[in-house]
Nanobody, 118 residues
Framework: QVQLVESGGGLVQAGGSLRLSCVAS????????MGWYRQVPGKQREFVAS???????NYADSVKGRFTISRDNAESTVWLQMNGLKSEDTAVYYC????????????WGQGTQVTVSS
């Protein structure tokens, strides 16, 4: 089992910045993908960014050039640096960890609220 704990959400004005953190603990495999998703009420959860153990990253088109994902494998921590925030970035942000060993495992954090005021 894996536990994910997010922090760093809050209220920020449009154009501002926030940094989200997620610490993973438990049975973490050497190779995994950590990422961030977001969800607003009434809509499906959507992909934001991901990073694999070796460091390759992937971003949603809506955040490319504004958000940066990074990780520390030794600390099992992933960060999401969000710059140039827009009102449409307002959502609950969820940390995610995917790993496979015979079976696929998919874990979620409890979510952290990000609110961008215009």
């Amino acid at each position: 089992q894996v536990q994910l704990v997010e922090s760093g959400g809050g209220l920020v004005q449009a154009g501002g910045s926030l940094r989200l953190s997620c610490v993973a603990s438990g049975s973490i495999f050497t190779i995994n993908t950590m990422g961030w998703y977001r969800q607003v009420p009434g809509k499906q959860r959507e992909f934001v960014a991901s990073i694999i153990t070796r460091g390759s990253t992937n971003y949603a088109d809506s955040v490319k050039g504004r958000f940066t994902i990074s990780r520390d494998n030794a600390e099992s921590t992933v960060w999401l640096q969000m710059n140039g925030l827009k009102s449409e970035d307002t959502a609950v942000y969820y940390c995610n960890l995917k790993q496979s060993r015979i079976w696929d495992y998919n874990y979620w954090g409890q979510g952290t609220q990000v609110t961008v005021s215009s």
